[in-house]
Nanobody, 123 residues
Framework: QVQLVESGGGLVQAGGSLRLSCAAS????????MAWFRQAPGKEREFVSA????????YYTDSVKGRFTISRDNAKNTVYLQMNSLKPEDTAVYYC????????????????WGQGTQVTVSS
């Protein structure tokens, strides 16, 4: 059974940092792209960041560029999201996604999803 398990979410003040982790089990994703999406209450799930299978290429939505950094450790089958200078508008449930196809900014292009981890940024 394939599982993606996110961790590292929590409550943080504006300007603070969090590091999210997504550990995969049941199969290896070392040949697949992986990504982070987020969903705030009453809003659609939105793309945050993606990383190529090798880690050589990474992509970010404009609102997090310069603040968030995605990385991966294929030996550990894990992807990370380092989030710095957090803002209240970053508050959302963050989801890990794996095995993307085509347009990596579209949620429907991913085959596997985690259960999500809550990130709350207070002002």
């Amino acid at each position: 059974q394939v599982q993606l398990v996110e961790s590292g979410g929590g409550l943080v003040q504006a300007g603070g940092s969090l590091r999210l982790s997504c550990a995969a089990s049941g199969r290896t994703f070392r040949s697949d792209s992986m990504a982070w999406f987020r969903q705030a209450p009453g809003k659609e799930r939105e793309f945050v960041s993606a990383i190529s299978w090798s880690g050589g290429n990474s992509y970010y939505t404009d609102s997090v560029k310069g603040r968030f950094t995605i990385s991966r450790d294929n030996a550990k089958n894990t992807v990370y999201l380092q989030m710095n200078s957090l803002k209240p508008e970053d508050t959302a449930v963050y989801y890990c996604a794996a095995k993307g196809r085509g347009d990596f900014t579209i949620a429907a292009m991913y085959d596997y999803w985690g259960q999500g981890t809550q990130v709350t940024v207070s002002s």
